[in-house]
């Protein structure tokens, strides 16, 4: 299953390279591997954070339920990842600033 997903992933990067370097044609193919950047800053960022979350949300229901004392830690341990997609959205940001 890892394989077929990296497999995928490859094939997405290279397309979208490839469109990248099809519409620039007298500059070269900076602004369309900017953009391919962006999208991959931000989509990876929002992929890791969400399968982050979904061990994490498990165990923080778990944890709850056998002590509901643990629901402010469990909580404040399922919002961390999202300062990841933050990140990603800086990253975008500082990207896009470029172009």
Request: proline share 2%; no cysteine.
């Amino acid at each position: 299953m890892i394989k077929r997903f990296v497999a995928l992933l490859g094939m997405l990067v290279l397309g979208a390279l490839a469109f990248a370097a099809e519409g620039n044609g007298a500059g070269g193919s900076s602004n369309g591997l900017v953009a391919v950047g962006v999208g991959l800053a931000i989509g990876l960022s929002a992929l890791g954070t969400g399968w982050a979350q979904s061990r994490i949300g498990a165990a923080a229901v778990g944890a709850t339920a056998e002590k509901p004392s643990m629901f402010g830690t469990g909580l404040i341990f399922l919002l961390l990842p999202e300062t990841l997609v933050i990140f990603g959205f800086l990253l975008a940001y500082l990207l896009l600033g470029k172009v």
